[in-house]
């Protein structure tokens, strides 16, 4: 099963610095990783900042599509607003198929603010105690945000994102 975390930290450079422990814990077999991204949001910055975490799969499973429209939905609509709600929706609608539901968006939009930090991961086999630990070992207390895949979701999600 594919699962999409979130993962939450209280300063803009968390992410970043989680990033290494990641690589090591795909090492150790202890996740496998599909794809990732990070966001870091500066105090005073109107948006935050997005990277793709090339170097961390082989070429990115999802692609950077799928990260901008996530990103779009979670982090630029509520600053758009009414101006392209319908298409927002409709691309709201597409994600919910493939398992990333309102809640989700919401729950990710209300937790991601300036000040902080996230990595985003598209991944299967995790231990997820052991990857908190990890991450916690390195000085930091992510906070934990997820949503499960089934595998229809996920070839549905892969489809849409090749389509």
């Given at each position: 099963?594919?699962?999409?975390?979130?993962?939450?930290?209280?300063?803009?450079?968390?992410?970043?610095?989680?990033?290494?422990?990641?690589?090591?814990?795909?090492?150790?077999?202890?996740?496998?990783?599909?794809?990732?991204?990070?966001?870091?949001?500066?105090?005073?910055?109107?948006?935050?900042?997005?990277?793709?975490?090339?170097?961390?799969?082989?070429?990115?499973?999802?692609?950077?599509?799928?990260?901008?429209?996530?990103?779009?939905?979670?982090?630029?609509?509520?600053?758009?607003?009414?101006?392209?709600?319908?298409?927002?929706g409709a691309l709201a609608g597409s994600l919910t198929?493939?398992?990333?539901?309102?809640?989700?968006?919401?729950?990710?939009?209300?937790?991601?603010?300036?000040?902080?930090?996230?990595?985003?991961?598209?991944?299967?086999?995790?231990?997820?105690?052991?990857?908190?630990d990890a991450i916690e070992a390195g000085g930091h207390?992510?906070?934990?945000?997820?949503?499960?895949?089934s595998a229809e979701q996920e070839t549905a999600l892969?489809?849409?994102?090749?389509?």
């Open positions: 099963m594919t699962t999409l975390t979130v993962w939450k930290f209280d300063t803009p450079e968390g992410a970043d610095n989680a990033v290494n422990t990641l690589k090591g814990l795909a090492k150790q077999e202890l996740i496998s990783i599909h794809d990732a991204a990070t966001v870091s949001w500066t105090p005073g910055a109107k948006k935050p900042k997005t990277r793709q975490l090339r170097n961390l799969t082989a070429g990115g499973a999802m692609g950077g599509m799928f990260w901008g429209m996530l990103f779009g939905l979670i982090f630029l609509v509520p600053l758009i607003g009414a101006a392209i709600g319908a298409a927002a198929d493939v398992g990333i539901d309102d809640d989700f968006i919401k729950s990710v939009r209300d937790r991601i603010t300036p000040g902080t930090s996230a990595l985003f991961l598209m991944s299967s086999d995790a231990v997820v105690d052991k990857v908190r207390k992510p906070e934990l945000i997820q949503s499960n895949l892969r489809e849409m994102m090749a389509g």
